[in-house]
Nanobody, 117 residues
Framework: QVQLVESGGGLVQPGGSLRLSCAAS????????MGWYRQAPGKQRELVAT???????NYLASVKGRFTISRDNAKNTAYLQMKSLKPEDTAVYYC???????????WGQGTQVTVSS
């Protein structure tokens, strides 16, 4: 069973940057499209960005131009580079397959991103 471990979150001031990582165990990572999700307190989990096996990307409108999703199949790792962070980006961030695909694995613990002055 694939395990997903998110890391890289933290407390950052508005306008700051963070790079999140999603490490997947096993050897099937490269066969799956990947997505980054986030869940803010009291809100439903939302899809933030996706990347196909071929490297095509898509973004939530509110993060387009600020966030960049990427992947390194040799390292079984997906990344989310976030810049120009806003308080409304505060959430727990998770990675997994996009909604139209079977889940790559169980949901991980996520990584907390807090944007505050």
């Amino acid at each position: 069973q694939v395990q997903l471990v998110e890391s890289g979150g933290g407390l950052v001031q508005p306008g700051g940057s963070l790079r999140l990582s999603c490490a997947a165990s096993g050897s099937i990572f490269g066969d799956y499209a990947m997505g980054w999700y986030r869940q803010a307190p009291g809100k439903q989990r939302e899809l933030v960005a996706t990347i196909t096996t071929g490297g095509n990307t898509n973004y939530l409108a509110s993060v387009k131009g600020r966030f960049t999703i990427s992947r390194d199949n040799a390292k079984n790792t997906a990344y989310l580079q976030m810049k120009s962070l806003k308080p409304e980006d505060t959430a727990v961030y998770y990675c997994n397959s996009p909604p139209s695909y079977p889940l790559l694995g169980p949901w991980g613990q996520g990584t907390q991103v807090t944007v505050s002055s």
